[in-house]
């Protein structure tokens, strides 16, 4: 998987599966050098009526973009996490990504494994930050489809969440 990111053709996005205290979805961009990351605890959706909230987080380095693993408690982001889904994305604005960001209306096309297609992610209110991921309506558009539901597990391994925290106990990567 590292090299799979050096060898990289583009900006990268990658979707985390985090079991924190609730469990969410880091939807990652990369921008410049970093990720810039959102959490969206209803995950994506094919569907282009649903808004799935996204709150802006922290940026992260590169390097975690492929991360897989269990986070111990009394670190940062405490929990399980599953690599869900990982690819290149390429802006659809003519702004640049990082102007788009500042004017808080983003459109990109996603070539990941399980998330393909046009989407939007819209900054509603300003005052608090909060944003909505948003499925444009293209080809890839599809009102039926379970998404979340359909494809639970890890891209990088094929593991559920219980295999990921579980693997810690044992002891076996
Ligand atoms: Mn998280």
Redesign the pocket.
């Known amino acids: 998987m590292s090299d799979w990111l050096s060898n990289a053709e583009g900006p990268i996005f990658c979707v ?1 599966k ?1 079991e ?1 205290r609730h469990l ?1 979805y ?1 939807f990652r961009l990369q921008v410049g050098e970093v990720l810039r990351s959102w ?1 969206v605890p209803r995950g994506p959706s094919y569907h282009p009526g649903d808004r799935r909230l996204a709150i802006p ?1 922290e940026d992260h380095p590169m390097e975690y973009a492929t991360f897989e693993g269990v986070i111990e408690e009394g670190e940062y ?1 405490a929990g399980t996490v599953m690599l869900w889904d990982i690819g290149f994305y390429s802006n659809l604005l003519e702004n640049p990504v990082e102007v788009a960001l500042e004017e808080g209306h983003l459109k990109v096309f996603l070539r990941g494994k399980k998330m393909i297609g046009g989407w939007a992610l819209v900054r509603f209110r300003k005052s608090e930050d909060l944003w909505l991921l948003i499925k444009e309506k293209d080809d890839y558009a599809d009102s039926r489809y379970d998404l979340i539901g359909e494809l639970p597990n890890s891209v990088l391994t094929d593991r559920s969440m219980a295999k990921i925290r579980s693997a810690l106990k044992t002891g076996n990567p």
């Open positions: 985390q985090h924190a969410h880091d959490s987080t982001g």
